[in-house]
């Protein structure tokens, strides 16, 4: 009798074990199976979009600090400012321009450029001497928006030193691009509808940003 009930107590602790086995078994393969089937949420990268943003018309070549030069049909040379550092500036409300017959040289300050209080310098594309001056305030990037013209002392010389076609494209496109980085995570609007920068992004820069950033993208530091 002892022995009868001895393994019924056994056999239903093996019972017992094989149940809880399997259980666990089956619970293991559900929670992969659940776990399987999601997958972890992709993480959000901040990174400047698509360009395409910024102008280059053929007939213009730039400098690295953000200003232009064009062969004109007389032989003289017309400058301005690009549109990248337009869309920076915003509408520009004055300019101080170097005078007739002053010689400018090759990126070294000419002008200077204000909108709602703040200033930028901007450096000449060109080495020559001014003929010519466009005192209105640019309303424009190229066109009409030269902002004076200059009679090369070596044009060869100063031109193989700017940037056209396609390769202007690129390089004004990566600066768009390196703006976008030096402005974020700051609320800055950079961007409006349909992704291009909005004009005057300068307007919302504090002001010792502002130095720091023009500095750099105008190139006045080294000048």
Partial sequence: MFGHDFL????????????????LVLFVGFWR???????????????????????VPEAVALHPGHSWARMEADGTVAVGL??????????????????TGARVSQGEAAVTLLAEGKR??????????????????????????????VRPT?????????LDGQAARDWVEEQGRLLYGRLSPEAVPMLQDGGAPVHGIGREIDPEHWEEIAREFFRTQES
């Fill in 33 to 55: 199976y659940v776990q399987g089937g999601k997958k972890a949420p992709a993480m959000k990268v901040e990174k400047a979009p698509a360009t395409g943003w910024f102008e």
């Fill in 120 to 149: 930028v310098g901007m450096v000449s594309p060109v080495e020559g001497e001014v003929v010519e001056r466009n005192a209105a305030a640019p309303g424009e990037a190229y066109g009409e928006g030269w902002l004076f013209k």
């Fill in 154 to 162: 070596n044009w060869k010389r100063s031109r193989a030193q700017l």
């Fill in 82 to 99: 690009d549109d990248f550092g337009h869309r920076l500036m915003g509408p520009v409300e004055g300019v101080e321009l170097p005078a």
């Fill in 8 to 23: 019924s107590g056994y056999s239903a602790k093996i019972l017992e074990y094989g149940l809880a086995v399997t259980y």
